[in-house]
């Protein structure tokens, strides 16, 4: 199975902060990640797909880059609603597989 | 809309079995693979299963093969899990999940369900 190392696991962070969040698989993955955001007691919410394709309807505060096993998702300017749990997945295997998860928290 | 609504969480016994259902509305579920996807309370999200647009393959993760099924009706536009030999660690919030590109099957997941909570408890 691919492992998918997130990291950080929880970070504080305050509105119009740029946050970084880093994904690392345990081989190459050739761009196949997706992010999702979930918040308490809701299903996560595709964000980006391809590395770096944003879904439908999700701000442009939020992109994606990387390659081979290194990823990243940014968030440019930090709104209220962005406090949530961040997932990336891996669908380069036929075993999908997440990150542990990346929690924002309000510093 | 697009939507995807799960159905048939409960309370079970440890080596007992459950039946989940996800019925798929507003698009053309025969043309979409499936996926099942668990997430334990207060813990992160597990892949489970999937299961192919026309349901000839499917795939597990090491977790549940050999005790969880996925199956689909095309013509009732439902997915199921068939969970056999239930565990504790079984407990968490199931979602059923689209892939979001039609015909392929290992993409990103567009559309979940709202979730059933399936709890292993003697």
């Known amino acids: 199975d691919i492992q998918m190392t997130q990291s950080p696991s929880s970070l504080y962070a305050s509105v119009g902060d740029r946050v970084t969040i880093t994904c690392r698989a345990s081989?190459?993955?050739?761009?196949?990640l997706a992010w999702y955001q979930q918040k308490p007691g809701k299903a996560p919410k595709l964000l980006l797909y391809a590395t770096s394709r944003l879904e439908s309807g999700v701000p442009s505060r939020f992109s994606g880059s990387g390659s081979g096993t290194d990823y990243t998702l940014t968030i440019s300017s930090l709104q209220p609603e962005d406090f949530a749990t961040y997932y990336c997945?891996?669908?380069?295997?036929?075993?999908?597989?997440f990150g542990g998860g990346t929690k924002v928290e309000i510093k | 809309q697009v939507q995807l609504v799960e159905s048939g969480g409960g309370v079970v016994q440890p080596g007992r079995s459950l039946r989940l259902s996800c019925a798929a509305s507003?698009?053309?579920?025969?043309?979409?693979?499936m996926h099942w996807v668990r997430q334990a309370p207060g813990k992160g999200l597990e892949w489970v299963a999937v299961?192919?647009?026309?349901?000839?393959?499917?795939y597990y993760a090491d977790s549940v093969k050999g005790r969880f099924t996925i199956s689909r009706d095309n013509s009732k536009n439902t997915l199921y899990l068939q969970m056999n030999s239930l565990r504790a660690e079984d407990t968490a919030v199931y979602y059923c999940?689209?892939?979001?590109?039609?015909?392929?099957?290992?993409?990103?997941?567009?559309?979940w369900g709202q979730g059933t909570m399936v709890t292993v408890s003697s």
């Open positions: 299961i192919w647009y026309d349901g000839s393959n499917k």
């Open positions: 999940a689209r892939t979001m590109v039609r015909g392929v099957i290992f993409n990103a997941f567009d559309i």
């Open positions: 081989q190459g993955i050739s761009n196949s």
């Open positions: 507003g698009f053309t579920f025969s043309s979409y693979g």
């Open positions: 997945q891996q669908y380069y295997s036929t075993l999908l597989t």
